[in-house]
């Protein structure tokens, strides 16, 4: 594809995204605004990240330190980011000042390195907890059942604010095996909201991605993390 044909297809993608965003959170009883769109950025040239952005696009995933620190000068400035791939601890040095959130923190070790670094920086740092709905072995994230213990634990933590859960759940053939692994997704996340834990705001429901997101978003995501669907299938993730 020439450059010129993929931002057409971008474009394309961007509008048929949106439009399947508002109608699936129609049917969750909320409004397209409800429910925020982040572009997932592995392995994608920044310019076409750019078409996404200088369509109304305001929050980008980042899976890779070393590939975001390559990226970011070249995006176009102004959006937010947060980090959403594994995130090995002696790593979080180098992204601590350049994301707004991190959505992959599935152990305390990688909490309390993230709140050293953000003592360090000045700043306050927002999480959302991974959970491995699936229990799959090629996965990270936390076991559903010892959620809120962790969090419980993290939000002890200096410089660090819980926001709530993201999950990968596993590719599912029907739609209703997706359903039923986000409505447990969802149901962890009120019965926490509902704790009232100190320094834990569970804001976030970050669930849902290209093959899925329209499940996620009629039970209750707040933020879907597209790539595929957006920027076309990848050669690698
Ligand atoms: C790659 C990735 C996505 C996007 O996946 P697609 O299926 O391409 O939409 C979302 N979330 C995380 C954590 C990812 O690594």
Redesign the pocket.
């Known amino acids: 594809m020439t450059e010129k044909t993929s931002e057409i297809v971008v474009l394309e993608n961007l509008k048929v995204i949106r439009d399947r965003v508002a109608a699936a959170a129609e049917k969750s009883g909320r409004s397209a605004e409800d429910v925020r769109i982040m572009a997932?950025t592995?392995t994608v040239a920044p310019e076409l990240v750019n078409v996404a952005i200088n369509n109304g696009i305001s929050l980008l995933?980042e899976?890779r330190v070393q590939e975001y620190l390559d990226k970011r000068d070249s995006y176009v400035q102004g959006t937010e980011t947060h980090f959403?791939?594994h995130l090995q601890t002696n790593k979080v040095k180098y992204i601590i000042d350049k994301v707004s959130m991190i959505q992959?923190v599935d152990s305390v070790k990688l909490a309390k390195e993230i709140s050293k670094n953000a003592v360090k920086n000045n700043l306050t740092m927002d999480v959302l907890v991974e959970i491995n709905i699936g229990d799959e072995d090629s996965k990270s994230g936390i076991e559903a059942d010892v959620t809120e213990d962790l969090i419980r634990e993290i939000a002890e933590l200096e410089a660090i604010r819980v926001k709530g859960i993201m999950s990968?759940p596993p590719i599912c053939e029907k739609k209703e095996q997706s359903l039923n692994y986000f409505s447990r997704l969802r149901q962890i996340f009120v019965d926490i909201s509902a704790k009232n834990i100190d320094n834990v705001y569970m804001e976030y429901l970050s669930m849902g991605?290209?093959?899925d997101f329209e499940a996620a978003i009629e039970m209750g995501a707040n933020i879907v993390?597209?790539?595929?669907?957006l920027f076309g299938q990848?050669q690698y993730?």
């Not at 993390?225 to 669907?229: C, K, L, P």
């Open positions: 997932v592995k995933g899976n959403i791939g992959s990968i991605m290209s093959q993390r597209i790539g595929s669907a990848r993730n």
